[in-house]
């Protein structure tokens, strides 16, 4: 598990199972966090940021996407960033590269990120709007 500690600039891991804390990363202004068995994948004013879960050290920087007003989900090897600027954007984890920016219509307000039933949902604030994206096969 992986908290945002927004009033000390840190994102700490917690091992659930043992009650523990078992480190924490310096991350200037972070937002959003998620985490998989390898990776942490943390929002900051500097870009999304992708830190190794055993090292703590951080292995890939994407300095446009900011999940700040928005967020962030995992699916098998593609990581979900919603951003405000940009919409979504797909990364692949294996290679650590944007593969793929969706666009609205028109600017959307920031939203939260769901990744379930072989499809996209993501909310717009401001807009009042649920959005689901399917997914191909």
Do not use: M
């Amino acid at each position: 598990l992986w908290v945002v500690c927004r009033q000390v600039n840190k994102v700490v891991a917690v091992d659930v199972a043992r009650r523990s804390i078992e480190g924490e990363v310096d991350v200037e202004a972070p937002s959003a966090a998620i985490g998989t068995d390898t990776d942490a994948w943390v929002g900051s004013q500097r870009g999304l940021l992708r830190i190794d879960a055993q090292t703590l050290e951080q292995v890939a920087r994407f300095t446009n996407l900011n999940p700040e007003e928005g967020d962030l989900a995992v699916d098998s090897n593609d990581v979900w960033v919603r951003t405000v600027n940009g919409f979504l954007h797909r990364i692949d984890a294996r290679s650590n590269v944007v593969a793929e920016q969706i666009r609205p219509e028109r600017a959307l307000s920031g939203g939260t990120l769901l990744v379930a039933e072989g499809s996209i949902w993501t909310t717009a604030f401001d807009d009042n709007i649920v959005l689901r994206l399917r997914r191909s096969p």
